[in-house]
């Protein structure tokens, strides 16, 4: 008789939160499939957008924030095929001042995609980003 795993367990018994439930659905809406990204990633970027709105992140912030990192995942290239141009540009002006802020919250997103290793090679070269 095989085996039956069970869907309890910690995570399982209490469901996903809202808050990885809209970061999921914004990683869906910036053409990045959730499950791409390890847990542990998406758990990090959920409580730093709660570090950055104590009060609650708002609705649109998700899009953003899954906007930022679907392209520091999929490149400049992919990113527009799937973006269009306006919104490349966007992203790149955005991660052009977070690389000169050096502590802003895109500058943590983006840092915390470098440190996990999701960082497509040409927006390392391109931006000169090091985990230093």
């Known amino acids: ?34 499950a791409l990204v390890p847990e542990g990633v998406k758990l990090t970027i959920v409580n730093l957008m709660k570090d950055h709105w104590p009060d609650e992140p708002p609705p649109q912030a998700y899009a953003q924030v899954a906007c930022l990192f679907s392209y520091c995942i999929a490149g400049p290239e992919a990113f527009e095929r799937s973006h269009g141009a306006q919104p490349r540009q966007d992203v790149e002006r955005r991660i052009e001042a977070a690389v000169d802020a050096g502590d802003s919250f895109d500058a943590q997103i983006v840092l915390m995609a470098l440190h996990a290793k999701l960082v497509n090679t040409e927006v390392v070269e391109h931006y000169g980003l090091s985990a230093d």
């Not at 069970?6 to 990045?32: E, I, K, P, T």
């Open 1 to 34: 008789m095989a085996a039956r795993r069970s869907s309890l367990g910690f995570l399982g018994m209490f469901g996903r939160s809202s808050d990885l439930r809209q970061l999921d659905a914004a990683l869906r809406g910036a053409d990045l499939h959730p």
